[in-house]
């Protein structure tokens, strides 16, 4: 990591792996792409195996806001990926272990991402993988919401949204 790229800025545990995230790290040409590092404890001592970069990489996406681990699966939050109409609804890319390291087996979006809702503040356990999106529009209020994904399906929509009930008491 270099300077300013905020290494540390998140981090995931999941017993001897840690995932740790760099969300300003920039990739190539791509200001701001973002990382995350995979270390494992290995021999009694943490070691890198794996710098991480999203496919689809590009400047601004903050790849590595929030990392989550949990046994086979590796998530990491890019709360302000672009897609191929301009917007930036952000998403959340998958990781699976591979060949002794880990590839990236899907990006998890909204099944209807309302623009800039900064979909990418990630939680997993067991089968669920939850994307947190606070910036989603609940009428005309920011108010956000919750996307849940079940394993081991994962399908590029999501199957569950949650929204606070009453968003006049925020």
């Known amino acids: 990591p ?3 790229d905020l290494f540390g800025y ?20 791509a200001l701001d792409a973002g990382s995350a590092y995979v270390y494992a404890l290995i021999d009694g001592r943490w070691s890198q195996i794996q710098k991480l970069e999203a496919r689809n990489t590009g400047p601004g996406n903050q790849f ?21 109409d301009g ?26 991402p309302p623009d ?22 609940l009428g005309c209020t920011d108010i956000g919401a919750v996307y849940v994904f079940y394993r081991p399906e994962f399908v590029s929509t999501s199957t569950v949204v949650v ?7 925020r």
């Open 2 to 4: 270099g300077p300013h």
């Open 10 to 29: 998140s981090v995931g545990v999941f017993r001897n792996l840690i995932g740790v995230g760099a969300r300003y790290d920039d990739v190539g040409d």
């Open 64 to 84: 590595g806001s929030t990392v989550a681990i949990w046994e086979g699966l590796l998530m990491v939050g890019a709360p302000y990926s672009r897609f191929p």
């Open 87 to 112: 917007v930036r609804y952000g998403c959340s890319h998958v990781f699976t272990p591979s060949d002794g390291g880990w590839a990236e087996l899907c990006a998890l979006i909204a099944s209807n």
């Open 116 to 137: 800039n809702s900064r979909l990418g503040v990630v939680a997993a356990h067991d089968q669920i993988s939850v994307l947190g999106a606070p910036f989603a529009p």
């Open 163 to 169: 929204s606070p009930r009453n968003p006049e008491s």
